[in-house]
């Protein structure tokens, strides 16, 4: 049995579909696409830091190593003090109690939570790291959204600006143009979403499922599987 199968065992899957259900390597290859499907980088770690899993953005987080990285077949952080982080929250995920993690690099900040699947003592917990949302994949939705309600490349501009928190005059001063325009502009979002405020945008796309590419182009290709 390979380490996709063995791993399978952490899900619990109540009704496979026909195709599948009498094909455990089918189900567990099932398992990982949906994991890739899920727009926050993920990492399943032993909770001695051995790496296990990663999906796309998992891996291309451990690609740039911006906060974290692979060596030796351990995730480690960058600088010795990220890595001193990451063995705090695993070793409170080791005793079955979730983690937040603040990692810091220069003026860079990535929030990671560390998860116990199999909330056991003992150096045994597999511990998964569920890294923040990343811009890119909003950028994504953003573009999803403009495409569904028909919106010109200038409203698309003015609605990523509204995500990002922006107001009127910030917009107009980013882009170069009048806050009179960025209203124009508003105007019309509104009239193609159907929604009355402008806060209202900015929530819906954040309540979009996520969209992440079909051929992924991120460093370091699709998540991987560590075979043990």
């Given amino acids: 049995m390979d380490a996709a199968t063995q791993t399978l065992a952490t899900f619990t899957l109540s009704r496979p579909p026909a195709a599948v259900a009498g094909d455990p390597r089918a189900v567990a290859r099932c398992a990982w696409r949906v994991l890739e499907?899920?727009?926050?980088?993920?990492i399943l770690l032993s909770a001695t830091g051995e790496l296990q899993h990663a999906n796309q953005l998992g891996w291309s987080e451990l690609t740039r190593a911006r906060f974290l990285r692979v060596d030796?077949?351990?995730?480690?952080?960058?600088?010795?003090?990220?890595?001193?982080?990451?063995?705090?929250g695993l070793q409170a995920a080791a005793l079955g109690r979730r983690h937040m993690l603040m990692l810091r690099e220069g003026g860079d900040v990535l929030p990671v939570t560390c998860v116990p699947l199999m909330p056991t003592e003992g150096s045994g917990t597999p511990v998964l790291l569920m890294l923040a949302r990343q811009t890119a994949t909003r950028n994504l939705n953003v573009g999803f959204f403009s495409r569904t309600h028909g919106l010109t490349a200038a409203e698309e501009s003015v609605l990523r600006h509204l995500c990002e928190g922006l107001q009127v005059k910030e917009i107009a001063r980013v882009k170069g143009i009048?806050?009179?325009?960025?209203?124009?502009?508003?105007?019309?979002?509104?009239e193609k979403t159907g929604l009355r405020h402008i806060r209202l945008l900015a929530q819906r796309v954040a309540m979009l499922p996520p969209m992440l590419p079909t051929n992924p182009t991120l460093p370091g290709g699709p998540g991987r599987m560590v075979h043990q």
């Fill in 37 to 42: 499907e899920i727009d926050y980088g993920l």
């Fill in 72 to 88: 030796d077949g351990l995730v480690i952080g960058e600088t010795p003090a990220v890595t001193q982080e990451l063995r705090r």
């Fill in 178 to 190: 009048t806050p009179s325009t960025v209203r124009t502009h508003l105007r019309s979002l509104r």
